[in-house]
């Protein structure tokens, strides 16, 4: 980058000036645009901004919530209330008494989880390695993990589909514990990797010098400090599998494996006429819910760590 | 691929060691460290050969047969003609012009207001914290749910959309206008919703960028008379680029595959209809497994070159 030096003297036209002399000059120019008209039409423009992203933001979630909380009576008139004019939880009841609902949430779960596990495993220990050991092919398998961090799911149904069915897992849990590892694996491997590879050398190198193995070194050195880069990872990990909904649409074809996501997408009435909206904004703030919990416990790592992966990757 | 992100510290022990690590350890330790390297990654490497990569080959070798799920006929090579049949097909070439302006339409609107957003919550203000963390709110609802929230915002009777339009008089009452089901305007409430979802991302990312821009450029063009909008071109803009390409990298892969928001919003329609769409509905409802897989070969490749593209921008920025 060309701009570095962040403790350099300012240069003005040519001539350095000092601190004292760069806050006397700014000052002079605070002072005066503080009372300008300009400027407090220009401050309101900004809180207005401000106002409009969180609304715009938080509103469609908002509606959600209101309509999931509003008796099936009232969602129907016309004009809309924006707020709740009286509040019912019969809708949460009615989605969360579904034999169906409640078997989709048990296996978006069981699946999520075993995903989570299986690739923080598996992860963590490919990333010690490829963060903190030096072997022959390693940049190729870097190469491998990076590109397929980038390559479009749908590009593979096809083949997936075979193997499924070829490995007799169709329509069963299996099948997406199976093929979601396509993604998160990959995703936990580079995640880890780059955090290891930022932890200082010194760490375990007493250790190695003293004659401590390298998986004893991992184990009791690195893995602890390595806890909440899992978490995090596992977390971002846990959200993409619990949101998947491509194979999970593909490899299962009932109840029996079907995901929350297949599940809502698919909720329908009683009837054929019936448009159940209301049970269905109630399933989506269920579905929902735990993610956003999560996302806000680890709110402040998941920021630099989204923006670190990324920006990195 | 730019070099940096696969460039890794070497571990202390082999530190002595310079020569290429393909010459192989010379020492005890590094050869057990090779060892231990190659066992440790050998079970995530097989795992991604066999859910990965290998399927990827098996795509490509399907594109040029005339397989067909469920069907006892052997299939057998066809050479090119899957690719010739999809070339000529009406369906296939819509998805790809609605990919095409999909991905265009998004990404463009999620740079602009994502670049607003960012630099908004860059300002000190008070509750900034708040602002930024209702920022993860949509960025962490599965796009199922995205979808379903805003088929329900968009309702012709019910939904608040046509409600707030005939309040503010934008909208006759007795109108009820159906926004997703009008083929002029199905394409852009995908691009609506996706744009809701991604512009937190987006700013999030462009924002990491703004951090490390230092403050005492800004200072230095202040006390030089530059006004706000130079400074942002002259200054916050070429500085951000990086930031922005790598967003940019990320935003168009994501785009140009999006399924899961038109699959829910409007099924197998011809007017949102995108390639992962088309490529799902011919392998899956259709059964031709040749002919979708070499739909999905011609995704993968155009991914591959936008991948390319932006890299090399990339490179041409860190000279």
Known sequence: MAVQGAQQPVSVHGTMIGDEELSRIRSRYTRRSTTSIGRIVGRAGFWLLVVFIVLYTLFPFYWAIVSSLTPASDLYLTPVKLWPQRVTFEHYDRVLSMGSFQRALINSAVVSLTVVLLALFFGTVGAYALGRLQFRGRTIILYLILSMTMFPGVAIIGSLFTMVRALNVYNTLWALIITYLSFTLPFTIWVLTNFFRAMPGELEEAALVDGCTPLRALREILLPLAVPGMVTTGLLAFIGAWSEFLFALTFTLDESARTVQVAISQFSGNTQYEQPFAPKMAAAVVVTVPLLIGVLLVQRRIISGLTAGAVKG | ?319
């Open chain 2, 1 to 319: 691929m730019s070099s940096t992100p696969v460039e890794v510290a070497p571990l202390p022990v082999s530190q002595s060691r310079t020569r290429s690590s393909w010459a192989g350890p010379t020492t005890a330790v590094g050869r057990a460290n090779e060892r231990l390297g190659w066992m440790l990654v050998l079970p995530s490497v097989l795992v991604v050969i066999g859910v990965a990569l290998y399927p990827l080959f098996e795509t490509f070798r399907l594109s040029f047969t005339n397989t067909r799920l469920g069907s006892v006929r052997e299939p057998r090579y066809v050479g090119f003609e899957n690719y010739r049949d999809l070339l000529s097909d009406d369906l296939y070439i819509n998805a790809f012009r609605n990919t095409v302006v999909f991905t265009i339409a998004s990404v463009s609107l999620e740079v602009i207001f994502g670049m607003v957003v960012a630099l908004v919550v860059h300002t000190a203000f008070t509750g900034r914290g708040l602002v930024r963390t209702s920022m993860l709110v949509p960025w962490a609802i599965p796009t199922v749910v995205s979808a379903l929230l805003w088929d329900w915002m968009f309702h012709p009777t019910f939904g608040a959309i046509n409600s707030v339009l005939i309040r503010l008089n934008l909208m006759d009452a007795r109108d009820t206008f159906s926004w997703t089901a009008s083929t002029a305007t199905a394409l852009g409430v995908v691009v609506a919703i996706d744009v809701w979802k991604t512009i937190p991302f987006m700013a999030l990312l462009l924002l990491a960028g703004l951090q490390v821009i230092p403050g005492d450029v800004y200072e230095a063009s202040y006390v030089d008379g530059a006004t706000k909008l130079q400074q942002f071109w002259q200054i916050t803009l070429p500085l951000l680029r990086p930031a922005l390409l790598v967003a940019l990298i990320f935003r168009t892969l994501d785009a140009f595959r999006i399924f899961d928001m038109i699959y829910v919003l409007k099924g197998y329609s011809t007017e949102t209809m995108s390639l992962a769409v088309f490529i799902q509905q011919k392998i899956v409802s259709l059964q031709r497994l040749g002919e979708g897989s070499a739909a999905a070969v011609i995704l993968f490749f155009a991914i591959f070159v936008l991948v390319i593209i932006y890299t090399r921008l990339i490179r041409v920025e860190e000279q």
